[in-house]
């Protein structure tokens, strides 16, 4: 399986003729798609290409720049590296406008928050979860679980366990919850078009932590995310807690609710950490003790044994079950920004 570590071709700006293939690559699909909707959309694709356009006309001033023979070494150094952060900030804000979205949170506020605690983006975010920490090295790991944690840390009634002291009314732009949609085939469909095991392969290799394992646990808990936990409340992973107001009449509100399918989804990759480092649940048959706890239904030994089949499916091949291919995640890119702009169009590139 690739690991979040990516191969794919994203603006990483490690390479300004990469950036500028890609940039214009992705502004062509774009407009393909858009000349076929309807006025209002057009006008608006208008623009954006104009804001590209502006873009553009920079990028080539600075790659002409760059490119004399006759520029002072340090010119130049200090020319690229000024280009190169304004490359990172972008990134960046990409990053974490997408995952703030599913999160209901302001970019904004999220994106400053982040340079504050990243100093202005140049060292990794560290995320205190209990005892230990998680690393986030790049821009999508580190947009995931910064704002997994912020959403946590505003909706955590445990004064203790706060890390950032934010306030609800700063940060959180709604309480209604976007709830869960399937497919023809019963597969859940997010917004960013890929499957719930795509971005919970995803969530789960940046953490370090078992695709497999966070599978089959979901797989148990909400009956392959069909139960009325997952169907209501985003909860894919029978978790109990504080959770979120949302836009529906909560009749057990001992199990927690998410903002949005993603937001589920990247929560219980991000709960299994936490329960794994803050009270040192370190193999399958102690987490069976939790999610078995106060039921009559079923065992410990009966949970363990149904997860671990599973899991042992799944690890088989991973590739298969939580893979990404490169063409895919082109298609993806695209449908999130189409997404963004409230465009109500589904992309398919075959």
Request: charged share 25%.
């Amino acid at each position: 399986m690739r690991k979040n570590k990516k191969t794919r071709k994203r603006l990483t700006f490690h390479s300004l003729k990469q950036v500028s293939r890609l940039m214009f690559a992705f502004l062509s699909s774009l407009i393909i798609i858009v000349n076929c909707k309807e006025e209002e959309q057009k006008k608006q694709m208008e623009q954006d290409t104009k804001r590209m356009e502006a873009f553009f006309e920079s990028f080539d001033e600075d790659v002409e720049t760059l490119a004399m023979t006759n520029l002072e070494p340090k010119i130049a150094e200090n020319l690229f590296a000024d280009y190169t952060q304004k490359a990172k900030y972008r990134e960046y804000e990409l990053a974490i406008a997408e995952y703030s979205m599913y999160f209901n949170l302001d970019s904004e506020k999220v994106f400053e928050l982040t340079r504050e605690l990243t100093n202005d983006f140049s060292e990794p975010l560290t995320i205190t979860i209990g005892r230990k920490s998680f690393t986030a090295t790049n821009a999508e790991d580190t947009a995931m679980f910064i704002t997994c944690d912020v959403w946590k840390d505003i909706y955590n009634t445990r004064v203790s366990e706060k890390k950032y002291n934010l306030k609800k009314e700063d940060y959180v732009t709604s309480e209604e919850i976007v709830h869960v949609k399937y497919d023809e085939k019963g597969n859940i469909v997010m917004r960013s078009g890929l499957t719930f095991n795509q971005l919970l392969g995803k969530a789960s290799s940046a953490l370090g932590k078992s695709p497999a394992l966070a599978l089959a646990i979901s797989d148990h808990e909400s009956g392959h995310r069909h139960s009325p936990q997952a169907r209501n409340k985003n909860n894919f992973a029978g978790i109990k807690g504080s959770g979120v107001p949302v836009d529906f009449n909560d009749n057990n509100p001992s199990f927690a609710a998410y903002p949005s399918p993603e937001a589920g989804t990247i929560y219980h990759a991000f709960n299994l950490e936490r329960m794994e480092n803050t009270f040192s649940y370190n193999n399958l048959y102690e987490f069976a003790s939790i999610y078995v706890w106060g039921t009559k239904t079923i065992s410990a030994d009966n949970w363990y044994n149904d997860v671990n089949h599973q899991a042992a499916i799944y690890a088989s091949n991973e590739e298969y079950y939580f893979g990404i291919p490169e063409e895919k995640e082109i298609e993806n890119e695209i449908q999130l920004a189409l997404t963004k702009k409230g465009y109500n169009y589904q992309v398919d590139l075959d």
